[in-house]
């Protein structure tokens, strides 16, 4: 355990460093997080009873994802991972006396992290100081807070779990270009990124809510800004642990089977 | 040799080295038709359930989207050189580009023809036949005109904010990420005819940088919630901007030191 807890350190140092970077991305969130909202409100003023949620819950909803979108953007993908599978970097990863999921699943873990605290808190304050419908709104209770947080720690564990997956699929695959692209464009889209799931049209909205996708961003934010609660959450909450054991499963399968036939080609 | 005959050897040595790696091609091009086959996804389900926004159709929606993408894509199929110019000057690259006898950006021009974006390209001519098809706009030669000034218009605007991008890079020697508020952004949400966005924002992509020149006014003409014709004319002026533009990469341009690389 201690030596993952290394490796997760080791990496939250090294992402910690990138500033400037983080300064950059935190302007283009902002700006992000801003137009996002006035294209709702223009969506609202042509026909508030077709809105689906509070305002103020898509608000926070917009400003929690520009907030925390490290943690849970699916088109982020270290090509360093990838690279080193296929030009076989990835022997020296083997000859430690550490487990290659474990390895990279912490390496995941922290990359996302490291990126999100640099850029969360500005973000958030600043959302939290917009005047009323437009800003962020913190719950009242205890209990909304609570289920917030785990929700959104299942939501990461799922993507980085997910992310494992794919990285792992390359063993077999060699190539990363089809993966990626085929990941990158359905999962932007059926995890909420582009629009939040709710506003998606009856039928295709409850099939999208089976789906893995939705265990990610698309759970948290929306309990947080009270649009998801009682019953429904509970359910989302279950939802989000299965998902998460299920690709926890696949990918120590696939990483076990891959690496049982791997074959290194000197060099 | 002319500079039309020139970049046409140039184009032609882009389309060979990239048919080298077909499959490459392809799965670039079916992923850039995907990423903004998703944005078309989201107006779409937006438009469905809402039927209209401030007053703008589905039909009239698309055919703005269709217009302020297909602008932005044949600007960056053109200009990609100047998104990643930071390399150009990294890498020593520019310093051997100034050597050569022919306007040096003419030659960065050269350097990059980015194809791949014509499945990007493909997707918004098909929403712009939809949008054609399915609007209740009158077509008129005025009309008509006034698509194709919008384009042009655009893929200028465009330019000029590459060319913007680039002439920093001169000061800076890196690339600035915040940039892409101005490309990426403009493409993202141009998508909606920028009045929607309120007062601020248009009077901002008005004065400041000039998207709604090309995006909102004359669009307003199109789909006629003005009788002003005027308004059609508008996407010429925007393409006074690259004036500065142009100012700016000749002042970098001669305060510019090798990175010594």
Same mark, same amino acid.
């Given at each position: 355990?201690?030596?993952?807890?290394?490796?997760?350190?080791?990496?939250?140092?090294?992402?910690?460093?990138?500033?400037?970077?983080?300064?950059?991305?935190?302007?283009?969130?902002?700006?992000?997080?801003?137009?996002?909202?006035? =294209?709702?409100?223009?969506?609202?003023?042509? /026909?508030?009873?077709?809105?689906?949620?509070?305002?103020? /819950?898509?608000?926070?909803?917009?400003?929690?994802?520009?907030?925390?979108?490290?943690? &849970?953007?699916?088109?982020?993908?270290?090509?360093?991972?990838?690279?080193?599978?296929?030009?076989?970097?990835?022997?020296?990863?083997?000859?430690?006396?550490?487990?290659?999921?474990?390895?990279?699943?912490?390496?995941?873990?922290?990359?996302?992290?490291?990126? /999100?605290?640099?850029?969360?808190?500005?973000?958030?304050?600043?959302?939290?100081?917009?005047? /009323?419908? &437009?800003?962020?709104?913190?719950?009242?209770?205890?209990?909304?807070?609570?289920?917030? =947080?785990?929700?959104?720690? =299942?939501?990461?564990?799922?993507?980085?779990?997910?992310?494992?997956?794919?990285?792992?699929?390359?063993? &077999?695959?060699?190539?990363?270009? %089809?993966?990626?692209?085929?990941?990158?464009?359905?999962?932007?889209?059926?995890?909420?990124?582009?629009?939040? =799931?709710?506003?998606?049209?009856?039928?295709?909205?409850?099939?999208?809510?089976?789906?893995?996708?939705?265990?990610?961003?698309?759970?948290?934010?929306?309990?947080?800004? %009270?649009?998801?609660?009682?019953?429904?959450?509970?359910?989302?909450?279950?939802?989000?642990?299965?998902?998460?054991?299920?690709?926890?499963?696949?990918?120590?399968?696939?990483?076990?089977?891959?690496?049982?036939?791997?074959?290194?080609?000197?060099? | 040799?002319?500079?039309?005959?020139?970049?046409?050897?140039?184009?032609?040595?882009?389309?060979?080295?990239?048919?080298?790696?077909?499959?490459?091609?392809?799965?670039? $091009?079916?992923?850039?038709?995907?990423?903004? !086959?998703?944005?078309?996804?989201?107006?779409?389900?937006?438009?469905?359930?809402?039927?209209?926004?401030?007053?703008?159709?589905?039909?009239?929606?698309?055919?703005?989207?269709?217009? $302020? #993408?297909?602008?932005?894509?044949?600007?960056?199929?053109?200009?990609?050189?100047?998104?990643?110019?930071?390399?150009?000057?990294?890498?020593?690259?520019?310093?051997?580009?100034?050597?050569?006898?022919?306007?040096?950006?003419?030659?960065?021009?050269?350097?990059?023809?980015?194809?791949?974006?014509?499945?990007?390209?493909?997707?918004?001519?098909?929403?712009?036949?939809?949008?054609?098809?399915?609007?209740?706009?009158?077509?008129?030669?005025?009309?008509?005109?006034?698509?194709?000034?919008?384009?042009?218009?655009?893929?200028?605007?465009?330019?000029?904010?590459?060319?913007?991008?680039?002439?920093?890079?001169?000061?800076?020697?890196?690339? #600035?990420?915040?940039?892409?508020?101005? $490309?990426?952004?403009?493409?993202? *949400?141009?998508?909606?005819?920028?009045?929607?966005?309120?007062? +601020?924002?248009? +009077?901002?992509?008005?004065?400041?940088?000039? !998207?709604?020149?090309?995006?909102?006014?004359?669009?307003? *003409?199109? +789909?006629?919630? +003005?009788?002003?014709?005027?308004?059609?004319?508008?996407?010429?002026?925007?393409?006074?901007?690259?004036?500065?533009?142009?100012?700016?990469?000749?002042?970098?341009?001669?305060?510019?030191?090798?990175?010594?690389?």
């Amino acid at each position: 355990m201690k030596k993952y807890w290394s490796f997760f350190r080791i990496r939250f140092i090294h992402g910690l460093q990138y500033r400037a970077a983080a300064l950059s991305g935190m302007v283009t969130q902002f700006v992000w997080g801003t137009m996002e909202i006035l =294209l709702f409100r223009a969506f609202y003023e042509s /026909a508030p009873q077709s809105f689906p949620m509070e305002f103020q /819950a898509l608000s926070t909803y917009i400003w929690l994802q520009q907030a925390f979108l490290a943690l &849970y953007m699916t088109w982020f993908w270290e090509s360093e991972l990838f690279h080193s599978i296929t030009t076989g970097n990835v022997a020296y990863e083997l000859c430690r006396p550490v487990r290659l999921y474990h390895m990279w699943f912490v390496r995941g873990l922290a990359v996302r992290l490291s990126k /999100a605290v640099l850029r969360c808190m500005p973000i958030l304050v600043f959302a939290w100081l917009l005047p /009323a419908p &437009y800003g962020l709104t913190l719950p009242g209770s205890f209990h909304t807070w609570f289920f917030t =947080l785990l929700s959104m720690t =299942l939501g990461l564990l799922f993507v980085v779990a997910f992310g494992m997956v794919v990285y792992i699929s390359v063993f &077999y695959t060699i190539s990363s270009q %089809g993966i990626k692209l085929i990941v990158t464009s359905l999962s932007e889209f059926l995890s909420g990124a582009i629009i939040p =799931l709710p506003f998606l049209p009856d039928g295709i909205r409850e099939f999208v809510n089976f789906l893995p996708f939705a265990s990610a961003q698309n759970v948290p934010f929306r309990i947080f800004g %009270g649009d998801l609660k009682g019953h429904d959450m509970y359910t989302s909450l279950l939802g989000q642990v299965f998902w998460l054991a299920v690709f926890l499963v696949i990918g120590q399968i696939m990483e076990r089977n891959a690496l049982k036939r791997v074959v290194i080609q000197g060099g | 040799m002319n500079s039309t005959r020139l970049y046409e050897k140039y184009l032609l040595i882009h389309l060979k080295s990239m048919m080298q790696h077909k499959v490459s091609f392809l799965l670039t $091009t079916i992923g850039q038709f995907l990423v903004s !086959f998703n944005i078309f996804l989201g107006v779409r389900f937006m438009m469905d359930r809402f039927k209209e926004v401030k007053g703008f159709s589905y039909g009239e929606v698309l055919l703005c989207f269709s217009i $302020t #993408l297909m602008a932005f894509t044949i600007a960056e199929t053109i200009f990609r050189s100047l998104d990643t110019f930071e390399t150009i000057i990294g890498n020593g690259e520019f310093d051997r580009i100034l050597l050569r006898p022919r306007g040096s950006l003419f030659l960065v021009l050269c350097s990059k023809i980015e194809l791949t974006r014509i499945g990007r390209l493909l997707q918004a001519v098909v929403m712009l036949i939809y949008g054609i098809y399915s609007s209740s706009i009158i077509w008129t030669p005025v009309r008509i005109m006034t698509v194709v000034l919008m384009i042009i218009g655009g893929v200028a605007v465009f330019a000029a904010i590459f060319l913007i991008f680039a002439s920093i890079c001169f000061f800076t020697l890196e690339g #600035l990420e915040f940039m892409n508020i101005f $490309t990426d952004g403009a493409r993202e *949400y141009g998508k909606y005819p920028i009045g929607i966005y309120g007062k +601020t924002l248009l +009077t901002i992509c008005t004065y400041l940088v000039p !998207f709604a020149l090309f995006q909102y006014y004359p669009f307003l *003409y199109l +789909t006629g919630k +003005t009788s002003d014709s005027w308004y059609s004319l508008l996407p010429l002026a925007a393409c006074l901007f690259l004036i500065p533009a142009g100012l700016l990469w000749n002042f970098g341009l001669s305060r510019y030191q090798s990175t010594g690389s």
